[in-house]
Every structure is written in C-alpha cells, then in structure tokens.
Nanobody, 116 residues
C-alpha cells in the first residue's frame, strides 16, 4: 500500500534552517509528482511546493519562494524540502502528498516550530 513518512521537523530559531524528508513506498515513485503542504494551528492546510517526476519543474507558494527548495531522489523514493531563513510564521505541521491512481495520499506530517 502507499505510504508516505515525513521526518526532519524540529524546533529552530528564527533565521535557522531545516531539511525535511518524505520517504515513499508502495507505488512507482519515479512517475509521480510530489508536493509538500503545511498546516498551522487554526489554519487550513496550504500548498508549499511541488516537483515533477523528473525534477524538471518545481513550483512554490509565494510565501516560501527564495527560502525553500524542493528536491527528490528517485533512486531512494524520497522527496526533500530544504527550508532556509525560517520565520515564526513557518511554524506548522508539514505534510507530503502524492496522487496515485487519482487517490490523494498524505503522510502523518512532521512538526516544524520556529521560535526564539
């Protein structure tokens, strides 16, 4: 079955960096667009970034452009989100998502807290 497992969340000070990982299994990872979303307390889940199967195309939310970088390693079936210059408003649970066979799959998320 499809599984997505996020890791790498932590408490970090403003201006700091984190690298999130999403390990995927149960589907042909190399042909699926992968994306990251986040959900802050009392907010709706929002799009953060996406990457095409070949890594040729990426897209970002305006709020993270220039600070976050999405990448993937198809040999390891893993997607990454490098987050630099983190700010308190980046505090959220971060989820990765894959659409396989028309079904939306989500991981359980990893918590990123940005605070001094």
């Amino acid at each position: 079955q499809v599984q997505l497992v996020e890791s790498g969340g932590d408490l970090v000070q403003p201006g700091g960096s984190l690298r999130l990982s999403c390990a995927a299994s149960g589907f042909n990872f190399g042909i699926i667009l992968m994306s990251w979303y986040r959900q802050a307390p009392d907010n709706e889940r929002e799009f953060v970034a996406a990457i095409s199967p070949s890594s040729f195309k990426t897209s970002y939310a305006n709020s993270v452009k220039g600070r976050f970088t999405i990448s993937r390693d198809n040999d390891k079936s893993t997607t990454f989100l490098q987050m630099n210059n983190l700010a308190p408003e980046d505090t959220a649970v971060y989820y990765c998502k894959a659409i396989v066979g028309g079904v939306h799959y989500w991981g359980k998320g990893t918590l990123v807290s940005v605070s001094s």
